[in-house]
Every structure is written in C-alpha cells, then in structure tokens.
C-alpha cells in the first residue's frame, strides 16, 4: 500500500513569492490534514479537512495561507506572499474514519525556505 | 485545550545502554497517546499508542511506554539502545472520542547513540 505522497521535498523562493504544496493521501483516507512543523519544533496543525469539508482551519493564516481539497481526495496547500517566517517543514497526514482514534499517517514533507 | 512538554531536547545515550525518553501531558478531557518517531528527511511514524485498556505498551523494535494518568506522563523506554534508534521522537495527545482530530505534539526528543 503506497503511503502519503507529497510534492516538492524541497522548495526554495524569495519572499512575496507565491508557493504551492500538493499532497495526494493514501486511498481511501477521509480525513487529511496540514501540519507546518518548525525548526526544533513539533508538527501544528494548520488545517484539517473531512472528505472536501474543512472542518478546522482556526489555526490556518488566511490572510495569505489557502487550501483545497477537490474531489476529497488530493490537497494543495498555497502560500501567497511567501514571508520569512514561513521557512518550515509542511507536512501532510491521512487517516482513515473507521477508526475510533486518530491514526495519522505521515508523508515525507515539503521542505520550505524562504530568502 | 491539550499541551505536551517534553523537557529533553537531546538525549546522549552509549549503545546498549538503556534510555528513558520523558513525556507529560496536560488535558481537561481524556486523551489517547503517542510515540511518533522521525528519521533523518522523513516523515513521522507511528511508534506506539495507548488507547485504552493495559497501560504499558510495547512497539516491535524493543521500545515501550507506560501511561500513568496520576502524573499525566507517558514516559518512552528502551532497555539497549541501538545505533539505528538515533532519530527524534515526538510525544503526542489526542481528544479520546473526538474523531479523528488532530494531534497535539511536544516539542520532540533528539536521541543520539554514541558508539
């Protein structure tokens, strides 16, 4: 079973520079979320989606952070304008509804610096 | 609202010497809890889990954990450690019967074996 996959590992932009981050979850998984780890940090959520809903972004920056979730399959996550201080590692988990806990599964992550 | 502190940022440890890795946690409601491990430019995995029932639990590769809801603590232990241990090691919560919500971390645990 193929796990989470996501693109790029690594990106490199200059500040105010738009960003995108994709990630496709493993198949059959309802939930998705966006996790923004910083360095020497633990992961945050950013934001979490059910199927296409998103059902908790309070901690997403929406004055330059969006998401979707088309299809309630695969997400991308943009960053328009991109800013120092969003250099961090974007990761992307899935679970799966079935279960009475959350079980996440984690994708490589996208590796983010900002110049 | 659920916090984790894991006081030790890094853990020397000689190989074949054993390990203690510290978690606490901090919750109004019940929580479940967990171990996730990160290799050097991967994503996080799934170490081990207490969801309910015996509060020691035990991973494949040697490593176990105890849940003592008195302290709020969920200490990580291994009895020898070997060089193939040497990751960062994430203590996480998560609401008990909130669906599959998003994980609450610590601010992880370097652990280095010394040869």
């Known amino acids: 079973e193929a796990g989470v996959v996501q693109s790029p590992r690594y990106k490199i932009i200059e500040k105010k520079q738009p960003v995108a981050f994709w990630c496709n979850p493993i198949?059959?998984?309802?939930?998705l979320y966006w996790y923004r780890q910083n360095l020497g940090q633990g992961p945050e959520l950013l934001i979490r989606?059910?199927?296409?809903?998103?059902?908790?972004d309070s901690q997403l920056p929406k004055d330059r952070f969006s998401a979707e979730r088309l299809k309630g399959v695969d997400s991308t996550l943009k960053i328009q304008p991109a800013e120092l201080g969003d250099s961090a590692v974007y990761l992307c988990a899935s679970s799966s509804s079935s279960g009475s806990f959350g079980e996440q599964f984690f994708g490589p992550g996208t590796r983010l610096t900002v110049l | 609202a659920q916090s984790v502190t894991q006081l030790d940022s890094q853990v020397p440890v000689f190989e074949e010497a054993p390990v203690e890795l510290r978690c606490n946690y901090s919750s109004s409601v019940s929580v479940y809890l967990f171990w996730y491990v990160q290799y050097p430019n991967q994503g996080l995995q799934l170490l081990l889990k207490?969801?309910?029932?015996?509060?020691l639990v035990e991973s494949i590769n040697g490593f176990e954990a105890e849940f003592n809801k008195s302290q709020t603590s969920f200490h990580l232990r291994k009895p020898s450690v070997h060089i193939s241990d040497t990751a960062e090691y994430f203590c996480?919560?998560?609401?008990?019967?909130?669906?599959?919500?998003?994980?609450?971390f610590g601010t992880g645990t370097r652990l280095t074996i010394i040869p």
């Open positions: 198949s059959g998984h309802n939930t």
């Open positions: 989606y059910e199927n296409e809903e998103a059902v908790d």
């Open positions: 207490y969801l309910s029932g015996s509060t």
């Open positions: 996480a919560v998560s609401r008990k019967n909130f669906g599959n919500e998003k994980l609450t």
